[in-house]
């Protein structure tokens, strides 16, 4: 799915046309070294490559998606989302 990015949990600003993404609350939330403050969280910024029927896309991840519901679900900007 995608979603109207704003200024993430990573603390950084996105636009729509930004390729980036949204990462599971649970992979967010566990993720090594994660600590109270999303903003230092070390999953900001990785790189994801998004395969979907023959298209990719790559995306940094720059926020925490409180409604998906599988651990490996990701929510897209609608840029990344219109790419695959």
Sequence with gaps: TFF??????????????????AISRQVFDSYPGATGNPNSNPICGKKVTIHYQGK??????VDRCAGCQGSTDLDLSAGAFDKV
């Excluded at 109207?4 to 996105?14: D, F, L, P, Y």
């Excluded at 990719?56 to 991840?61: G, L, P, T």
Aim: proline letters at 4%; charged letters at 10%.
């Design 4 to 21: 109207q990015v704003a200024q993430g949990a990573c603390g950084q600003n996105s636009a729509p046309t930004d390729m980036v993404a």
């Design 56 to 61: 990719s896309v790559d995306v940094s991840i």
